[in-house]
C-alpha cells in the first residue's frame, strides 16, 4: 500500500479484555516495528522484525504483550489481561530494512488505546 | 539508560524567528540520527538523517541539524519559522551494534505563535 496502514484508530476496552492491534506495512518493506507513545514517556520500542530472523523483543513491557507478523507482511499486536497503564498511542513503522541507509522508518497513524 | 536527551520539552517562539532544539545523544559505539517530526494529530515522518559525510545535513521544511561528534550532539535548527512548524520534534539514534532499534528522545514541543 502506499503508507502504514493501522486498526483500529481508537479502541476502548475495559481492564482485564485482551487486545489487538493491526499494522499493514508498505509493500516490499521487511522490516516493522512497534512503538508505543504515552503522555510522559516519549516513544518507548516495543519490538522490531526483519524478514524471516526473530524478532528483537526487548522492548515488550510485560508478558501480556506479544506480537506476531504472519508471512512476512501483516503484524498483531496482541495485550492480554489489558491494564490502565497500557493505555497509549501504539505506533507501527516500517522500513526497507535494517541497513542504515535504507532504515528510515515511515510511521502509521497510530492506534490510540483506552483502558478503562 | 536514557541514549538520547532532549534538553527542551517545550520551545515557545515567534513566527518568523529562529529556533533551535537540542539533542545530545550517549553511546559507545558510532551512531547514526534522525529528527521525526509529528504534526497535530498525525503520524510521524522523517525531517533529516545523518549516516555519514558532511556534519551538517539538510532536511525538508528549511530544517538543519548539525552532527558534532565531540559534543555528542544534533541539534535542529531552523532560521525562520512558520505557524505550520508547531508540532513535537523527536531526536533518534540507531546504534551501529542495534541496527534495528531507533531509540526517540522524549520530544520537544515547538508552538509558534504570531
Known amino acids: 500500500g502506499a503508507g502504514v496502514s493501522q486498526s483500529p484508530s481508537n479502541k476502548v476496552t475495559e481492564k482485564g479484555k485482551d487486545v489487538e492491534l493491526r499494522c499493514d506495512p508498505i509493500s516490499g518493506h521487511t522490516a516493522l516495528y512497534w512503538y508505543r507513545q504515552s503522555l510522559g514517556q516519549g516513544l518507548e520500542f516495543l519490538i522490531y522484525?526483519?524478514?524471516?530472523?526473530?524478532?528483537?523483543k526487548s522492548g515488550l513491557p510485560s508478558d501480556r504483550f506479544s506480537a506476531e507478523r504472519t508471512g512476512g507482511s501483516v503484524s498483531t499486536l496482541t495485550i492480554q489481561r489489558t491494564q490502565q497503564e497500557d493505555s497509549a498511542v501504539y505506533l507501527c513503522a516500517s522500513s526497507l530494512a535494517l541497513l542504515p541507509g535504507a532504515n528510515v522508518l515511515t510511521f502509521g497513524a497510530g492506534s490510540r488505546l483506552t483502558v478503562l | 539508560a536514557q541514549s538520547v536527551t532532549q534538553l527542551d520539552s517545550q520551545v515557545p517562539v515567534f513566527e518568523e524567528a529562529p529556533v533551535e532544539l537540542r539533542c545530545n545523544y550517549s553511546?559507545?559505539?558510532?551512531?547514526?540520527l534522525f529528527w521525526y517530526v509529528q504534526y497535530p494529530n498525525q503520524g510521524l515522518q522523517l525531517l533529516l538523517k545523518y549516516l555519514s559525510g558532511s556534519t551538517l545535513v539538510k532536511g525538508i521544511n528549511g530544517f538543519e541539524a548539525e552532527f558534532n561528534k565531540s559534543q555528542t550532539s544534533f541539534h535542529l535548527r531552523k532560521p525562520s519559522v512558520h505557524i505550520s512548524d508547531t508540532a513535537e520534534y523527536f531526536c533518534a539514534v540507531i546504534r551501529t551494534d542495534s541496527w534495528g532499534k531507533l531509540q526517540f528522545g522524549a520530544g520537544t514541543q515547538v508552538v509558534v505563535t504570531p
Open positions: 553511546s559507545s559505539v558510532s551512531v547514526y
Open positions: 522484525f526483519q524478514g524471516n530472523s526473530a524478532p528483537d
